[in-house]
């Protein structure tokens, strides 16, 4: 089965501070994702890497950045956390092309 | 970008009956996946099906690309089945995702 890790279930954090989620996946999967998921507003798409070091803008990068040092990890990074970024954050991997996403269990951000 | 719309936005259902969950988008797509999310938020894929016909147990989904909308079937639900369905479509690996319909399975 294929296995997708977020480091933290539960974050905490304060305005300004510089925020890192790390993702891993253990299928050598050439595509990551990072979503980020309100209610109301369902599941949208931040930023993906289809190889290492490479990386797209999703529909609402602003205020994040990503790296893609090695292909089994994925960061999302938040320069300067910010109220409007309390959210729940999604990882996914898949292969090229059309084939199913898998997602991690997520991280719930709350930045006071 | 591809707008998906989900129907209905809830349903209740009775332990042991069967639904159908619709999914229409506006462009067309060569990617086109169903999720659950349980109440405990972990998304599981249930599908990926963009044309065709598929059956995983008791869940089935038809996909019509030429019409632009995909079913999901749940036959006989059980109280696991209860979360939020989503239908997630795109071109290649860029996905937009639905709402999503939240089913209720009473016991």
């Known amino acids: 089965d294929v296995k997708v890790t977020q480091s933290s279930r539960y974050l905490v954090k304060r305005t300004g501070e510089k925020v890192f989620l790390e993702c891993v996946q253990d299928m050598d999967h050439e595509n990551m994702f990072w979503y980020r998921q309100d209610p109301g507003l369902g599941l949208r798409l931040i930023y993906f890497s289809y190889d290492v070091k490479m990386k797209e803008k999703g529909d609402i990068p602003e205020g994040y950045s990503v790296s893609r040092e090695k292909k089994e990890r994925f960061s999302l990074i938040l320069e300067s956390a910010s109220t409007n970024q309390t959210s729940m954050y999604l990882c996914?991997?898949?292969?090229?092309?059309?084939?199913?996403?898998?997602f991690g269990n997520g991280t719930r951000l709350t930045v006071t | 970008g591809i707008q998906v719309e989900q129907s209905p936005p809830d349903l209740i259902l009775q332990e042991g009956a069967n639904s159908t969950l619709r999914c229409n988008f506006s462009d067309s797509v060569n990617n086109l996946q169903w999720f659950h999310q349980n109440p405990w938020g972990q998304l599981i894929n249930l599908f990926y099906?963009?044309?065709g016909t598929k059956q995983n147990g008791r869940l089935s989904a038809t996909t019509v690309a030429t019409e632009r909308y995909s079913l999901l079937y749940i036959s006989s639900s059980q109280t696991t089945d209860s979360g939020v369905y989503f239908c997630a479509v795109g071109k290649d690996y860029k996905l937009s995702f639905g709402a999503g319909t939240t089913v209720t399975v009473r016991a």
């Open positions: 099906i963009p044309s």
């Open positions: 996914a991997s898949g292969t090229g092309g059309g084939s199913p996403l898998h």
